[in-house]
Structures are given as structure tokens and as C-alpha cells.
């Protein structure tokens, strides 16, 4: 079995930092990253695509080509359009490039796989037509394809705001924006707003974008509920509550989104001790300051390991390098501390923003765990609300019970998309605090295998 050092899996900010500080240091290091060129989720392509593109996402995505020529100076080695499905306690790592299944293994992983959106169930989200805002923005920087027909933007967080801004100067027609975040939130932001103005910047830039994009007359649509995507075939219209009552906008587009939440799958594959963070609304795994998990030279770093943003998952990926040095020998305690004090530092200072962030884009309860009945939860078995509620009410009261029984997060995403939501209707139902309801148990492959890429797998070892 091929053997690394250190191996990375992610190339976004944090994998890249930890990877580029980890070969500087003289270890040998892949970094392993299902993406076709490095950058991870905000620096997506930010290396091939057109100057006039770059140029439109804005200076904060441009700043990443900085972070790629570091890591391509430290000589870690890179393997692009590369799929985990497996990471063993044993830090066993399962691939797949090209068709090709294989194992390999590492005497330290560094986790860097990021941030995926949150999925909400709401009426008509399957429908053609309705897709996420992070999917939008990767069609933009990627392929520099933009909605042609116009579109509706629904939801809340900082993400949302970005995209109709970068369509914006895009000259897309964006039809309207509803803002979903409850009422209530902006008083709960309001008590984090001290610790906020440290990284004030971050504040300026939001209001920046909110008011170039009413300037520009797009109406913005405040406090929304009871949002339904219509249509038989595909999506015709929408219709939601505001405070003038009930609302239709006739559109073949809505682009929706509800924050990011750690893409955990495969640091729960492992069998990492994980919780449920009350104010993140997800599961998150348990890390110490240097990422280290609750298994032997297992890490997590970046958006994988809780929402921080860019910034402090690219501080977090260097602590990570320099715990990897440390901890393969070649670097002292004394020399590690010295070296990671500039980066905690930083990091402290700008993690300053995110309780603001999460109170202000907080979605509503009622969203995240009461979906109507006709919704559809799993959308890869087309498992509904009710049949979930009929499953607990038949005395299942247990997320995996409700699994095995319904099959909902048995499909090819594997519980990926409404794992959090099953969790939190079952928690709903019950009336308990989430955290006391577990998520689904995450099993390998967490991505989709052939029977002829296992049977031809490459690196078992055969007397095992
Ligand atoms: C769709 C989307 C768009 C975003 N856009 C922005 C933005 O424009 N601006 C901004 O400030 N923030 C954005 N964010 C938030 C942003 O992702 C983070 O703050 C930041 O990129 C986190 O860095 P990271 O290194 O932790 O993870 P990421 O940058 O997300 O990098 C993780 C990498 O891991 C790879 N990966 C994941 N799972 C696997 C696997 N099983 N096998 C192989 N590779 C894997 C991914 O392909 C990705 O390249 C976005 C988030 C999402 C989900």
C-alpha cells in the first residue's frame, strides 16, 4: 500500500496553508483534493479562470491565488479530481481518480474537506428549477455560466449576499432577494455586535453589499415564511408570507440558501468524537487548539472542524502543518509554540465575527424542524416529512431507527443532504435538544462506488 507522511484531504485555505508549512518543514506530504485544481470552495479555479472573471467575483476571491503559488513552491505533492469514500482509525484512505479505487495510507491525516450548504427541506425544493446559491456561484467561477432568465434569491447568510452581488455586477436580472432570517435575530446579533467591531470589516463589507444591491432596485423582500417553490415539471413560481401578507413572484429560478455547516461525513466515517453546536446548528468535531481529533494522527481542520470562514481556516491549516512537524519529530515543542503564536493570534481576532454572523443568519426553528408533511426529506429516496413522523409515532424514536426503517439517507448521498434535517425533526417531535438525538451513523463509501472499482481496488493487502 502506498505509503505518505502526512496526507492532506481538501485543498481549500486550510489544506493548502498546512500542506505548503508541513513541506517547507521538510515532510513529505500529499494533499489530496476531489476538485481539478487547488483552491477549495472561495478560491474555486481562482488560478485558470478569465482576468474579467476574477476581476468580477471581487478582491477577497482574487487573494487566493497568493496561498496557491505557496503551496506550489513547498513541493508537497498534489493529486487533483481525486475522491476519499474511506478514512479508517488506522488513517487508511480510500481514493478514487480516473475510475481507479485504491488504498493508501499516512502516518498523520490532516482533514481539511470544508464547508457543503445547509440542506433545507421546504415544498417544491426538488423541483427542476430550485437550486443553492453555492451551486450558482460555483457555475460562475467555474464556467462563468450566470442565470439568463432571471432569478429569485431566498434564504440567509453572508453567501447569499455575496452571489446577488456578484451577479449583480454580472448584469444578471436578479427578480427579487427574501431575506428568511426571523425577526428576532437582529436583536440576538446586537449583544455579539462589541466583539464584532474588532473585525469590523467584515460588517462594513455586508452593508456595502446591501446597499449597492438596493441601489441597483432589486426588491428585497424582508422576513419571510411559508415559502413554497411551485410547479409541475418544473419550477413556475414562488410564493411565500411577508408582513403585506401572502406573496406569488412567477420565476424558472430561485436559488436558495440556509449558511454552511461542516461537510463532517468523512471525519464521522472515522469514528471521531463529534457534538452538536447549538449555535452553528450542526454537528462539529471535537478538536483541540492544534486540530487534533479524538483518534491518534487524525485532524480537523478549516470549515470541516466549525464555521470560521477563509481567514481562520487558513490559520487553522498552518497550526495543523506545524502540529504535523511537531508530531513527526522534526520540529521541538518550543519551536512549534514560537512559531504558531502570529497565527493564533489572528485567528482569535477574526473568529470575533462569527457569533454576530450566527445569530443575525440564524434560520428559524420552524424551517429547520417542522417541515410540512407532503415535504420531501431525503431526496434521494423520496422519503417525506410524514413518512418520518408515521416512523416515530410507530415508536422508532431514534434518527438511525428511522433509517433502517424508512431507508431515508440510504441513497447515493448517503444522508449528506438530510441527515441534519432528520435529526432535528426527530429532536422536534420529541421535544428534546438536539445533541440527545444522535445523526445518522456514517458508514464507507461516503461517496458512490462501482462493484467493479472495489472488486479491482489497488493497495489490500492480502494477507489482511
Ligand atoms: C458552495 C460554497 C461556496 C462558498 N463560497 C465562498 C465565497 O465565495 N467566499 C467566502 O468567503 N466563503 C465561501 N464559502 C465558505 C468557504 O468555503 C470557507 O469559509 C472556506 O473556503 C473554508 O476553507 P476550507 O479550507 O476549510 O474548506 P474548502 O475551501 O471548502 O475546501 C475543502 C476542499 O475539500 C475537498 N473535499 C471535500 N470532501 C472531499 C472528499 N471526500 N474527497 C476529496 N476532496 C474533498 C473539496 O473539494 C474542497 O476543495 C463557500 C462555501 C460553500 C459550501
Not at 17 to 42: F, H, K, S, W
Not at 112 to 126: I, K, L, S
Not at 181 to 204: D, E, G, K, S
Not at 252 to 260: A, D, E, K, N, Q
Request: hydrophobic share 40%; aromatic share 6%; with cysteine.
Amino acid at each position: 500500500m502506498e505509503h505518505h507522511q502526512l496526507a492532506i484531504i481538501g485543498g481549500g485555505p486550510a489544506g493548502l496553508a498546512a500542506a505548503a508549512v508541513a513541506a517547507n518543514a521538510g515532510l513529505e506530504c500529499v494533499l489530496i483534493d476531489e476538485q481539478a485544481t487547488p483552491g477549495g470552495q472561495i478560491y474555486r479555479a481562482v488560478n485558470t479562470i478569465p482576468k474579467q472573471r476574477a476581476t468580477l467575483l471581487g478582491p477577497d476571491y482574487q487573494c487566493g491565488q497568493k496561498l496557491i503559488d505557496q503551496f506550489n513552491k513547498s513541493g508537497a505533492s498534489y493529486r487533483p479530481s481525486t475522491t476519499i469514500w474511506n478514512l479508517n482509525s488506522q488513517r487508511e484512505i480510500g481514493i478514487l481518480h480516473n475510475g481507479q479505487a485504491a488504498l493508501l495510507s499516512a502516518d498523520r491525516v490532516v482533514i481539511a474537506t470544508g464547508a457543503m450548504e445547509r440542506p433545507v427541506p421546504f415544498p417544491g425544493w426538488t423541483l427542476p428549477g430550485v437550486m443553492t446559491a453555492g451551486a450558482g456561484q460555483i457555475l460562475l467561477k467555474s464556467a462563468g455560466i450566470v442565470p439568463n432568465d432571471g432569478v429569485v434569491m431566498a434564504g440567509s447568510g453572508p453567501l447569499l449576499l455575496l452571489l446577488a452581488w456578484q451577479y449583480m455586477r454580472a448584469g444578471v436580472n436578479i427578480q427579487a432577494i427574501l431575506d428568511m432570517a426571523p425577526q428576532n435575530n437582529l436583536w440576538r446579533a446586537m449583544l455579539h455586535l462589541p466583539r464584532a467591531l474588532f473585525v469590523h470589516h467584515y460588517i462594513l463589507k455586508g452593508l456595502k453589499y446591501q446597499l449597492q444591491l438596493r441601489r441597483a432596485g432589486i426588491p428585497f423582500y424582508k422576513r419571510i415564511t411559508d415559502l413554497h417553490a411551485i410547479g409541475n415539471d418544473s419550477l413556475a413560481a414562488i410564493e411565500f408570507s411577508d408582513s403585506k401578507g401572502k406573496q406569488r413572484i412567477e420565476t424558472s429560478l430561485l436559488m436558495c440558501h440556509f449558511g454552511v455547516i461542516p461537510d463532517s461525513h468523512l471525519s464521522r466515517c472515522t469514528g471521531c468524537k463529534h457534538h452538536w453546536d447549538p449555535a452553528q446548528l450542526c454537528w462539529r468535531p471535537v478538536t483541540d487548539e492544534w486540530g487534533n481529533s479524538s483518534l491518534d494522527g487524525i485532524a480537523i481542520v478549516g470549515d470541516g472542524s466549525g464555521i470560521g470562514g477563509a481567514v481562520a481556516a487558513r490559520h487553522a491549516g498552518r497550526l495543523a502543518g506545524l502540529e504535523s512537524v511537531h508530531t513527526l519529530g522534526r520540529m521541538s515543542t518550543n519551536e512549534r509554540d514560537e512559531e504558531a503564536r502570529a497565527d493564533q493570534r489572528w485567528m482569535a481576532d477574526d473568529l470575533n465575527i462569527r457569533p454576530f454572523l450566527e445569530a443575525l443568519f440564524r434560520p428559524s426553528p420552524t424551517l429547520l424542524g417542522s417541515p410540512k408533511d407532503e415535504t420531501l426529506v431525503c431526496r434521494c429516496e423520496e422519503i417525506t416529512a410524514g413518512t418520518i413522523r408515521q416512523a416515530l409515532h410507530a415508536g422508532h424514536q431514534d434518527t438511525n431507527q428511522i433509517k433502517f426503517f424508512t431507508r431515508c439517507g440510504m441513497g447515493p448521498c448517503q444522508g449528506r443532504q438530510c441527515d441534519n434535517a432528520v435529526s432535528q425533526l426527530v429532536a422536534h417531535e420529541l421535544g428534546v435538544e438536539m445533541g440527545i438525538t444522535e445523526g445518522y451513523r456514517i458508514r464507507p463509501p461516503i461517496r458512490p462506488l462501482t462493484i467493479e472499482q472495489l472488486a479491482t481496488l489497488q493497495g489490500v493487502d492480502e494477507d489482511k
